[in-house]
């Protein structure tokens, strides 16, 4: 079954302090990874995509992690800032049909000043 | 640059009225679009998809239907709503170079 899971379901972190999200999937056949952030009651936006042959890819203080052998990612943040309190989506894409994009149902990061 | 609009951003309706969310797409061509349902810190639920005008696909079951009557425009309906129906709407559309999806600001909807 194609499913992603991703831990913790909640977070809370001191301003300035790091912290790493996990994504596990089991999605088949692979094409891509991606990790959305999603502040309160708005839509998600993008924040990085991994292709299966890519192992890091940073976008400013996010730096996201793929092993496709393990199927595992993670997404690290660094020196937290306020704005970074959302919701972190991990969204796995198959090779197939335009409705195959598997969501996890996010982990909730609350950073605190 | 391409944009997405979702309206209304929010809405409460009794139960067994008639619901309209509607989504539209610019500075795009034939794109695919998407309604998502995401309940209360769960993920998010794919309930339809389209790959063209009047070409809808139904993932789950359920109260709801929609409609692509334009190339760029897609709608959510129901004749009757239920108090199950309500959660945050998502509307998306799909970019086919690099496959992300790019989703509206949200629809919040209360059944009561």
């Known amino acids: 079954k194609n499913q992603v899971e991703q831990s913790p379901q909640s977070l809370i972190i001191l301003e300035g302090k790091n912290c790493t999200l996990q994504?596990?999937?089991?999605?088949?056949?692979?094409?891509?990874l991606r990790w959305y952030k999603q502040d309160t009651g708005r839509g998600p936006v993008s924040l990085t995509i991994m292709t299966f042959s890519e192992n890091t890819k940073s976008n400013g203080r996010y730096t996201a992690t793929l092993d496709a052998d393990t199927k595992q990612s993670s997404l690290h943040i660094t020196a937290s800032q306020l704005s970074d309190s959302a919701s972190y989506i991990c969204?796995?894409?198959?090779?197939?049909?335009?409705?195959?994009?598997?969501f996890g149902s996010g982990t909730r990061l609350s950073i605190r000043p | 640059s391409q944009t997405i609009h979702q309206w209304p951003a929010t809405l409460v309706q009794p139960v067994g009225s008639p619901l309209s969310l509607e989504c539209t797409v610019e500075g795009t061509s034939n794109p695919n679009l998407y309604w998502y349902r995401q309940a209360a810190g769960r993920g998010l639920q794919l309930l339809f998809y389209?790959?063209?005008?009047?070409?809808i696909s139904s993932e789950v079951p359920q109260n709801l239907s929609a409609s692509r009557p334009q190339d760029r425009q897609f709608i959510l309906s129901s004749k009757k709503l239920l108090l199950s129906d309500s959660g945050f709407y998502l509307c998306?559309?799909?970019?086919?170079?690099?496959?992300?999806?790019?989703f509206g600001e949200g629809s919040r909807l209360t059944v009561l």
């Open positions: 994504c596990n999937y089991t999605v088949s056949p692979f094409s891509n």
């Open positions: 389209s790959v063209g005008i009047g070409q």
């Open positions: 998306a559309w799909r970019g086919q170079e690099t496959g992300e999806l790019f």
């Open positions: 969204v796995v894409s198959r090779y197939s049909s335009a409705s195959k994009i598997i």
